[in-house]
């Protein structure tokens, strides 16, 4: 019975999964000719997660298939991200870029329904994580029909699949319809990964992973692939389930999914050693160009203006249990002094995740970096999860220090395998994509545990201001405040590091140096900052953005510019998260990140750069 009954399905459902997760590679990488995307990277495991969560909170009674489900929420997610990409789709760095900010989207949503409804949503968790424990014979009855059919229609169209190796106009040439060709494998691709998800959970890597090592392998060719990835793919998750289940330190604990980023981890960064062929697209622009059109400083007067008054009404104007009320600032009130602690700390944490992110994408030279998308805030989020569950009264000053470690270690780790790459923005985003969904995946296992003291850690993560006291602020300052006084002193590198490091050393730049010293500062702003407003706050990427938008360019006023932006975003959202559900709050950094995701989605959809 053991046998029948658990040995065999979760047997049965790890390899048809693997294979099902492969096959999907395949296809969405020879559909978008990319050899780095998969459900992942492009959003569709966060739109098919996220659709069935709100489906089972929302339509508790609903009798459509959980497949079903997921699929309508992959393919939402996966047109989301195609059409965020429409203006470069052969560009791989920017379909990888509108997936990560679909799926980020997609996460801050689950985070907020896993904060209010923890207890309903506590099996989704270790779902979310890719638990293959106690399926039954269930999940192999459902992926086995979906893969058999999509791969018997997958060899029919390998012809049509195989000319898209060629432009468009080429497969045009030789009779293929190339939008059709394309949406039949995406349907097929995202129905496949979709099914899978919504039968084992979230497991990430396998459909980079299996294809990846095929193609280093010398299978080039398509149908070859077709054949050679799925069965990979399958070895690969029943070799992964096997470590889950035999593994002395924690036998049958980690998900199978915990497990797979693990080990798929390592190997995409491996893997992106060798694509030193890839056309990787053009993101890696100079940002440290000279614009045509440089604002008066009085716009960054004017912007302060704004903030302070911003600040002043979120102190003064907020709600209680008898409606709307101003307190005057003046006023000497308990309601004052449990706001500015709150106040505060989210306008230093938003103006030093700002300050980290353009100080990232100057000495990168990548528009699109940040401490979100290069994994530091997931690094950050990552040492302080480990301290809080072996330590969770520790004193503040030890919560900066574990999560400004992690924020190195993930910045001096991505630079150590960036240092034969010829500082590559692409290899860089890609490389943080794997550190990023490693400790994803850490931080799944962590929240699936059934910890009491998890409760308070989902709140952090998901960015809240409730429990921060003077104490806190006091220490937030000096380190902001330290941190501020040496930036001025790095002005020269931060115009010089972006023309790249042959301008720079011919220019006298100690490259080693000034690196270090600029990631250093980096991970410490980005560590305390994201101790007081947790990693999804997104303003890292958001504000540079917006203040290169709006012309702000050279290092200075950039800097500057971005961190008012940032605080001005945080306050906001911080006041925002206190009223607009009272009682209930929303955190801080969720809501900036369920604002702000949207509105990236909006820029980033209108300009072609």
């Given at each position: 019975?053991?046998?029948?009954y658990?040995?065999?399905?979760?047997?049965?459902?790890?390899?048809?999964?693997?294979?099902?997760?492969?096959?999907?590679?395949?296809?969405?990488?020879?559909?978008?000719?990319?050899?780095?995307?998969?459900?992942?990277?492009?959003?569709?495991?966060?739109?098919?997660?996220?659709?069935?969560?709100a489906?089972?909170?929302?339509?508790?009674?609903?009798?459509?298939?959980?497949?079903?489900?997921?699929?309508?929420?992959?393919?939402?997610?996966?047109?989301?991200?195609?059409?965020?990409?429409s203006?470069?789709?052969?560009?791989?760095?920017?379909?990888?870029?509108?997936?990560?900010?679909?799926?980020?989207?997609?996460?801050?949503?689950?985070?907020?329904?896993?904060?209010?409804?923890?207890?309903?949503?506590?099996?989704?968790?270790?779902?979310?994580?890719?638990?293959?424990?106690?399926?039954?014979?269930?999940?192999?009855?459902?992926?086995?029909?979906?893969?058999?059919?999509c791969?018997?229609?997958?060899?029919?169209?390998?012809?049509?699949?195989?000319?898209?190796?060629?432009?468009?106009?080429?497969?045009?040439?030789?009779?293929?319809?190339?939008v059709?060709?394309?949406?039949?494998?995406?349907?097929?691709?995202?129905?496949?990964?979709?099914?899978?998800?919504?039968?084992?959970?979230?497991?990430?890597?396998?459909?980079?992973a299996a294809?990846?090592?095929v193609?280093?392998?010398?299978?080039?060719?398509?149908?070859?692939?077709?054949?050679?990835?799925?069965?990979?793919?399958?070895?690969?998750?029943?070799?992964?389930?096997?470590?889950t289940?035999?593994?002395?330190?924690?036998?049958?604990?980690?998900?199978?999914?915990?497990?797979?980023?693990?080990?798929?981890?390592?190997?995409?960064?491996?893997?992106?050693?060798?694509?030193?062929?890839?056309?990787?697209?053009?993101?890696?622009?100079?940002?440290?160009?000279?614009?045509?059109?440089?604002?008066?400083?009085?716009?960054?007067?004017?912007?302060?203006?704004?903030?302070?008054?911003?600040?002043?009404?979120?102190?003064?104007?907020?709600?209680?249990?008898?409606?709307?009320?101003?307190?005057?600032?003046?006023?000497?009130n308990?309601?004052?002094?449990?706001?500015?602690?709150?106040?505060?700390?989210?306008?230093?944490?938003?103006?030093?995740?700002?300050?980290?992110g353009?100080?990232?994408?100057?000495?990168?030279?990548?528009?699109?970096?940040?401490?979100?998308?290069?994994?530091?805030?997931?690094?950050?989020?990552?040492?302080?999860?480990?301290?809080?569950?072996?330590?969770?009264?520790?004193?503040?000053?030890?919560?900066?220090?574990?999560?400004?470690g992690?924020?190195?270690?993930?910045?001096?780790?991505?630079?150590?395998?960036?240092?034969?790459?010829?500082?590559?923005?692409?290899?860089?985003?890609?490389t943080?994509?794997?550190?990023?969904?490693?400790?994803?995946?850490?931080?799944?296992?962590?929240?699936?545990?059934?910890?009491?003291?998890?409760?308070?850690?989902?709140?952090?993560?998901?960015?809240?201001?409730?429990?921060?006291?003077?104490?806190?602020?006091?220490?937030?300052?000096?380190?902001?405040?330290?941190?501020?006084?040496?930036?001025?002193?790095?002005?020269?590198?931060l115009?010089?590091?972006?023309?790249?490091?042959?301008?720079?050393?011919?220019?006298?730049?100690?490259?080693?140096?000034?690196?270090l010293?600029?990631?250093l500062?980096?991970?410490?702003?980005?560590?305390?900052?994201?101790?007081?407003?947790?990693?999804?706050?997104?303003?890292?990427?958001?504000?540079?953005?917006?203040?290169?938008?709006?012309?702000?360019?050279?290092?200075?006023?950039?800097?500057?510019?971005?961190?008012?932006?940032?605080?001005?975003?945080?306050?906001a959202?911080?006041?925002?998260?206190?009223?607009?559900?009272?009682?209930?709050?929303i955190?801080?950094?969720?809501?900036?990140?369920?604002?702000?995701?949207?509105?990236?989605?909006?820029?980033?959809?209108?300009?072609?750069?």
């Open positions: 019975m053991v046998v029948h658990v040995t065999l399905p979760r047997i049965a459902a790890s390899m048809l999964a693997g294979a099902a997760l492969a096959l999907s590679g395949v296809i969405f990488q020879q559909v978008l000719r990319n050899p780095l995307v998969e459900a992942s990277t492009l959003g569709v495991s966060g739109g098919a997660g996220l659709a069935l969560k489906a089972a909170l929302l339509f508790p009674s609903l009798t459509w298939p959980p497949a079903m489900v997921a699929s309508l929420g992959a393919a939402v997610a996966m047109l989301l991200t195609l059409g965020l990409a203006r470069d789709v052969a560009s791989p760095v920017r379909l990888i870029l509108a997936g990560l900010v679909v799926g980020l989207f997609c996460g801050v949503v689950s985070s907020v329904l896993a904060l209010f409804f923890h207890e309903q949503l506590r099996s989704v968790f270790l779902w979310n994580a890719g638990s293959l424990v106690n399926l039954g014979w269930d999940a192999s009855a459902n992926i086995a029909p979906t893969l058999t059919v791969a018997l229609l997958s060899v029919c169209m390998i012809r049509p699949l195989e000319l898209l190796d060629l432009d468009d106009h080429g497969a045009r040439s030789l009779g293929v319809s190339v059709h060709v394309r949406l039949a494998g995406l349907l097929l691709a995202v129905v496949l990964a979709s099914v899978t998800i919504a039968s084992v959970g979230v497991i990430g890597f396998i459909g980079i294809p990846a090592i193609r280093l392998g010398g299978i080039r060719r398509f149908r070859s692939r077709l054949i050679a990835a799925p069965l990979l793919g399958a070895s690969l998750l029943w070799f992964a389930d096997q470590i289940q035999a593994n002395p330190l924690f036998p049958n604990k980690l998900p199978t999914g915990v497990i797979t980023a693990i080990l798929g981890g390592p190997l995409m960064l491996w893997m992106l050693q060798g694509l030193r062929g890839a056309r990787m697209g053009g993101a890696g622009q100079h940002i440290g160009a000279s614009a045509r059109f440089e604002p008066p400083r009085l716009s960054i007067a004017v912007s302060a203006c704004a903030l302070t008054l911003l600040i002043w009404t979120s102190l003064s104007l907020g709600r209680n249990l008898d409606g709307w009320i101003w307190h005057g600032v003046l006023d000497v308990a309601v004052l002094e449990w706001r500015w602690p709150r106040v505060i700390a989210a306008g230093l944490a938003g103006a030093m995740l700002a300050t980290a353009v100080m990232i994408q100057r000495v990168t030279g990548n528009a699109i970096a940040s401490p979100e998308i290069l994994g530091i805030s997931s690094g950050a989020a990552m040492g302080v999860a480990i301290l809080f569950l072996f330590d969770p009264a520790a004193a503040h000053v030890v919560k900066v220090a574990a999560a400004s992690g924020a190195f270690v993930v910045l001096a780790f991505t630079f150590a395998l960036m240092r034969h790459a010829s500082g590559s923005p692409e290899r860089m985003v890609l943080g994509v794997a550190l990023a969904t490693v400790f994803g995946a850490f931080l799944s296992a962590i929240t699936a545990r059934f910890d009491p003291r998890i409760v308070g850690l989902l709140s952090w993560l998901a960015g809240s201001t409730y429990s921060v006291t003077a104490n806190d602020v006091v220490v937030l300052a000096l380190v902001a405040l330290g941190l501020a006084a040496i930036v001025p002193f790095t002005m020269r590198w115009e010089i590091l972006p023309l790249g490091e042959v301008t720079a050393r011919e220019l006298g730049v100690d490259l080693r140096r000034s690196r010293m600029l990631l500062i980096s991970a410490l702003l980005t560590g305390a900052a994201v101790l007081t407003i947790g990693p999804l706050s997104f303003v890292g990427l958001m504000a540079p953005h917006l203040a290169r938008m709006a012309g702000f360019r050279s290092p200075f006023v950039q800097l500057t510019m971005s961190a008012i932006l940032g605080a001005f975003i945080m306050v959202a911080d006041w925002l998260g206190r009223n607009l559900l009272f009682p209930h709050q955190p801080a950094g969720m809501l900036a990140a369920l604002v702000g995701t949207p509105y990236f989605m909006y820029l980033m959809s209108r300009r072609p750069g």
